[in-house]
Structure formats: C-alpha cells, structure tokens
C-alpha cells in the first residue's frame, strides 16, 4: 500500500520556467489537498478537490493551478515560476466517509532560481 | 474563516520532562483537532485527535485536552524521549464541505538526553 506518493523529490527551476508536481493515491480517497510549508510558517493551503472534475482555491491559489481527472491523481501546475514560490509542497488525502485522518505524502522541495 | 495560532514555537525538554503544546482557534464551528508529527524531510504524520464532542484523549504518552468555550486545545506529551524531537503541528477544520484543516505554524521540540 503505497498511501500518497509525490513525484519528484527536488527540483530547482528557473524564473519564468514552469513545471507540474505529481501526486498519486492509491486509497481511493475522495478529498485531496495541496499545502505548502514555508520555514516557521506551518502548511498553507493552495487548492483542493472533493472529487474527479472538482477542484477549488485555498488561502494560497495564486500562482498555481490543479485538475482532478481521476480519483486517484491531483497534480498542480506552476506556469510562470517566481522566487516566492520556493517552499515544500505536500499533497494530501482522506476518505470523506473515514473521519478526518488526512494522509500525506513525503513532499516535494522546490527552489525557484 | 479559520485562524489556529500555537505555541510556543520551540520548546526544550529534558528527557522524562513533560512537554505541552498549546493551540487557540477562531472558528466556533471547528470540531475536528489533530496534531501532527513532522521528521525531517518527511511529511506530517498523524499522532492524535480529538472531536469537539470530546473534552480528552489519550494514547499512550500523548494526551489532548479541548476547551471548546476558550477555544483551545494543547497537546501532552509524558515521559519525553528523544525521539519525540520533531516539529509538531496542531490544525482545526469545521468538517464541512469545502472546508479543509487549517493548520498553526508549528512547534520544534527538542528532547534532550
């Protein structure tokens, strides 16, 4: 049982470049979530979906989109990289009908160059 | 919406010392309160939560305790040991849809031996 499984680990970019973190679960989970943690700062939400073809924003949207095609995958889409958006990304998932637990995956770091 | 402040931001203990981590929230119709464990470069793990209709839990050496009039809730960890050095995150959600856990900005607890 793989859980969350985030893809890649570490990535650098440059100013303007544009990249997609991927974010796999294989717990038929309805809710998945992106944050991003900044130092001292705790997990900012960026956007979430309750289903395939529902997505919304979170307290932090700008800058990224998602799409949620299938239940099992939720990528989120940098199109134009800045230097603010230098963080760990972490996605997240839970089974509406199991409670809150939310389960993460192991990150991905990303530097904006 | 929702706003968790926690505190303090670090915290050391001896080893066998009792640590307690304090967290406040603004949103009356939260009723849902984890906290999460965070290693270095991995992802948050669930250690406990609790439900507003609960006022403690425990498990093991962990314990929370809710005051839903003051609207906070700490997290107690007994018996210290090193190993309990992580950063440690409290986050509330009102559990309705739309709504997704809000997290504080974390505590770096340090155990010493």
Not at chain 1, 17 to 27: A, G, P
Request: neutral net charge.
């Amino acid at each position: 049982n793989a859980g969350v499984t985030q893809t890649p680990k570490f990535r650098i970019l440059k100013i303007g470049q544009s990249m997609t973190l991927q974010c796999t679960q294989d717990m038929n989970h309805n809710y998945m979530y992106w944050y991003r943690q900044d130092p001292g700062m705790g997990l900012k939400l960026i956007y979430y979906s309750v289903g395939a073809g529902i997505t919304d924003k979170g307290e932090v949207p700008n800058g990224y989109n998602v799409s949620r095609s299938t239940t099992e995958d939720f990528p989120l889409r940098l199109e134009l990289a800045a230097p603010s958006q230098t963080s760990v990304y972490f996605c997240a998932s839970r089974r509406v009908s199991s409670g809150n637990g939310y389960t993460f995956g192991s990150g991905t770091r990303l530097t904006v160059v | 919406g929702e706003n968790v402040e926690q505190h303090p931001s670090t915290l050391s203990v001896q080893e066998g010392d009792s640590a307690v981590i304090k967290c406040t929230y603004s949103d009356s119709a939260s009723n849902y309160f984890p906290w999460y464990k965070q290693e270095l470069g991995k992802g948050p793990q669930l250690i406990i939560d609790i439900r507003s209709n609960v006022g403690e839990k425990k498990d093991q050496r962990i314990a929370v305790t809710l005051n839903k009039t003051a609207k906070h809730f700490s997290l107690h960890i007994t018996e210290t040991q090193p190993e309990d050095s992580a950063v440690y995150f409290c986050a509330a959600t009102a559990n309705q849809a739309g709504t997704a856990l809000i997290f504080g900005k974390g505590t770096t607890l340090s155990v010493s031996s």
